[in-house]
């Protein structure tokens, strides 16, 4: 097995790696299909209960390697997009349907295809020292891994329009002021606090953490009703679960809840 996609498992966090330092985490179509591969795992395994995707080194990703580019452009549009579909979107269309949180921990540069991974996931992380730009209008390209979705909604159309158009770079306290990121830590101590943001997100009721992801998503397209009703049935199936009354017991007897996910 290839070593430039690294993959482990720890107190309840299922850790996905680029490992391509040298050419700045950039990724090939035959690492989106072992990505996958791990994502699909990661939905059935009990002991996964948070999924980060990061970078070696000093980069998160430089999006899709350039070096296979040549060969791709040799491609009649129909290829191209059967390609596309097939390859690069597949990662997309996987974590959007993977229920547990999915946490991008961008630990320097993330450019084009890269930052568009980390656009969808659920919460993005960054070191302080990180940048992050959508470079395809000089490129000639276009967003081709959701990119142009996934980021309005995140920081709006304006904003937005503005990375694609300008292809200008946005340091980690800006990407933290415009919503781009949730929360930037030190260098020196990324990896940790990245690790410690995962495993209370591991440690919470499993179940809670599912329904909460799952009503937040689908608010966006359902009017309030809609989104009341399905509510209603999720507090239903919760109240009885076994993990509420674990939250009860643990509450009145002063001790740390031990959550099964039932």
């Known amino acids: 097995?290839?070593?430039?996609?690294?993959?482990?498992?720890?107190?309840?966090?299922?850790?996905?790696?680029?490992?391509?330092?040298?050419?700045?985490?950039?990724?090939?179509?035959?690492?989106?299909?072992?990505?996958?591969?791990?994502?699909?795992?990661?939905?059935?395994?009990?002991?996964?209960?948070?999924?980060?995707?990061?970078?070696?080194?000093?980069?998160?990703?430089?999006?899709?390697?350039?070096?296979?580019?040549?060969?791709k452009a040799e491609r009649?549009?129909?290829?191209?997009?059967?390609?596309?579909?097939?390859?690069?979107?597949?990662?997309a269309r996987c974590v959007e349907t993977i229920e547990k949180p999915v946490i991008a921990a961008i630990n320097g540069v993330a450019v084009g295809g890269g930052l568009d991974i980390a656009l969808m996931c659920d919460v993005r992380l960054a070191t302080a020292s990180a940048r992050m730009a959508e470079t395809y209008a000089k490129m000639g390209l276009?967003?081709?891994?959701?990119?142009?979705?996934?980021?309005?909604?995140?920081?709006?159309q304006s904003v937005a329009l503005d990375m694609f158009w300008t292809a200008r770079w946005v340091g980690a306290e800006e990407a933290l002021s415009l919503g781009l990121v949730n929360h930037v830590y030190p260098d020196e101590s990324f990896r940790e606090e990245v690790a410690a943001y995962a495993r209370?997100?591991?440690?919470?009721?499993?179940?809670?953490?599912?329904?909460?992801?799952?009503?937040?998503?689908?608010?966006?397209?359902?009017?309030?009703?809609?989104?009341?009703?399905?509510l209603a049935s999720h507090i239903a199936l919760v109240r009885t679960s076994s993990d509420h009354k674990e939250a009860v017991a643990a509450f009145k007897e002063k001790r740390k809840p031990n959550f099964n996910g039932n």
Do not use: Y
């Open 76 to 91: 009649t549009p129909l290829e191209a997009r059967a390609g596309i579909v097939a390859n690069t979107q597949s990662l």
């Open 1 to 71: 097995m290839s070593e430039d996609l690294l993959f482990e498992v720890a107190d309840g966090v299922a850790t996905i790696t680029i490992n391509r330092p040298d050419k700045r985490n950039s990724f090939t179509d035959e690492m989106v299909r072992q990505w996958v591969g791990w994502l699909e795992e990661c939905r059935t395994r009990e002991d996964v209960r948070v999924i980060v995707f990061t970078g070696s080194d000093t980069a998160f990703s430089a999006g899709g390697d350039m070096g296979g580019m040549k060969g």
């Open 200 to 230: 209370r997100i591991a440690e919470a009721a499993p179940l809670s953490v599912h329904f909460i992801k799952q009503l937040v998503r689908q608010s966006l397209d359902v009017d309030l009703r809609t989104h009341l009703d399905a």
């Open 142 to 156: 276009v967003p081709g891994v959701g990119g142009a979705w996934f980021l309005p909604r995140i920081v709006g």
